[in-house]
């Protein structure tokens, strides 16, 4: 017998029974934001409430999701403290959280999911107190403001994670919630491995990935895209560019439109058009060519004929990963992609006018909302300069000490002695030790 069922994933509790809250708050969410936002709050969601029914306490009893909003900021206060290695400081009716070196990067995005659930709970009925996350006692105090400036259930980054619509200051200055996250500079995970996209691909060929998922993934480490960006693909964004190694695409925010350009390499090229035409031709409804589909056909289909996911490429993604014995979430492929655009542009570039045309290039085809967001990744590139130059250092000390041991064995001290000081002073020209005679004096 066929079951029909409106929700698209279920969720249990540990004792295997179906636990309607975190269900109906999937259900809810994938509605009104996208599914990879949904997916990761449920996820984040699922640990806690995991954790509340093993670990929690609150007046000798464990807190359960529907107890009253003070037990559940007295667990979300334990949560944060021994859980995420945070540390709180109380303010007048609402917590400070603040950051420690054992914290993960995720708290935002906890803080975001669990308030997002109760004001989901409070909607749909299912909760009967006071949202636990939101101070009851704050107000408004600024005037008017444009509605558009505001989103539903979605943490907000920063204004240099180059992610936001610009909009009211002064609203965004205050804050409703009742754990108030504190010195949370936004910062990018730089990954500067090389062989990191080879690692995943080799991986994903010794569990047998199909065709799909490799284009997919070979697209996300060539191009920078966000997963849905390449997911939502239709051969008529192929079409529409000129260039054969391009191919057009929303941006996070653009309502739909194409207002950006992926590119990718001439192997990736190959690669697509040989699934288009074969391993896609065998699931799709339609079962013509690429030259023969219409402009409005999903580019990448699952094995039923349906457009591809972000929830079945994340289950593929997993398996990848796990064979490649790697910890990483997809939107890493963004930042990797990044990291290595920027190496290559000073790599390659022949001066600093040349540098700064193609960091501009670089900013346009990310469609970075603030240009100080590659900033950021520049940072990285200083200290990695320093660092190089600092083994280079390392490496020569070594070869002179190995140069010293040799000749300390053929002559006495002071012979060795007289002999460093008459190659530093052949090594460094008079200005130079000048110069770091007056370097010297600054440090002192």
Known sequence: MNVQSK????????????????????????????????????????????????SSNYQGTRVKWSDSHMAIRTAVENYLIYQMGCKLRSKENFQYVIMTKKSP??????????????????????YEFQNPLVD??????????????????????PKIAGTEIPSDSSYRSQSDSYFKLVANDWKPNIIADHDLPYIIYRAGSEIGWSLRDEVVIRMLFETGARINEILELTLGDYRQRINQ???????????????????????????????????????????????????????FLTRRGDPYNYNAFYSQWSKIITQAKIKMNIHKTRHWFVTNMIRNIYDTASDGGEIEMKKNELINYMKWKDPETIKVYEHYFNEALFREIHENMAKKMQEYEKE?????????????????????????????????????????
């Open 7 to 54: 929700y698209s994933i279920l969720v249990f509790n540990r004792e295997n029974e179906l636990f309607l809250p975190l269900t109906e708050f999937y259900y809810y969410q994938q509605k009104r934001i996208n599914e990879s936002s949904a997916l990761s709050y449920l996820i984040t969601l699922e640990r806690f409430f995991s954790w509340l029914a093993k």
């Open 136 to 157: 009851a006692d704050y107000s408004i105090s600024i005037g008017s403001f444009s509605p558009t400036s505001i989103r539903e259930n979605k943490p907000r980054l």
């Open 404 to 444: 010293y041991l040799k000749k300390s064995h053929s002559s006495s001290e002071g012979e060795q002695l007289s002999s460093s000081v008459l190659q530093t002073k052949a090594i460094l020209p008079t200005e130079e030790i000048e110069w770091i005679n007056e370097f010297y004096k600054g440090m002192e």
């Open 105 to 126: 990067q995720t708290i935002n995005h906890f803080l975001a999911a669990i308030k997002s659930f109760y004001k989901t709970a409070l909607h749909l009925k299912l």
């Open 245 to 299: 190694y391009e191919i057009a695409t929303l941006n996070k925010g653009s309502e739909k439109r194409r207002i950006k350009f992926l590119r990718f390499s001439q192997d990736t090229l190959k690669l697509l058009m040989r699934y288009v035409n074969g391993e896609r031709k065998t699931y799709a409804h339609e079962k013509q060519t690429f030259t023969k589909l219409s402009d409005s056909e999903v580019i």
